[in-house]
């Protein structure tokens, strides 16, 4: 039912050019089992217009909400994640390039919250 294709992973390892990678990737994984606060390779990757398929908790579920909710698999749930994995691989989806918000902005944005707090 596979193609050769979808049967290749790769491991980089540590690189600098991370979004010149993501652009060529057909799709993203974000499996941590931790929720994590914010899920940076998710949203880098939808402002690619990469789909992603990422674990349905923490900062992963709120991007994945907003940009793809169609990547959205319950934590842990290998049946699911094969499932959505192979339907988005077998019809690759048009993903809109969703408008995050830099990094820079929202380090901004958190240190204005921080002086205001402090002022008080």
Known sequence: KTSTAKNHIGFTGV???LRDIISTASIVLSLSNKPESF?????ESLSLGV?????DH???SDL??????AGKVAPGNLVQLEA????????PPTVQRYPFQSI???VDETLH???EVAGR
């Open 64 to 69: 994945l909400s907003r940009a793809f909710p």
């Open 15 to 17: 690189r600098t050019d």
């Open 113 to 115: 919250v921080y002086r």
């Open 84 to 91: 959505v994995t192979s339907t988005l691989l077998d019809n």
């Open 51 to 55: 789909p992603v398929v990422g674990y």
């Open 39 to 43: 899920g940076r390779t998710v949203q």
């Open 104 to 106: 820079q902005t929202m």
């Open 58 to 60: 923490g900062g992963v």
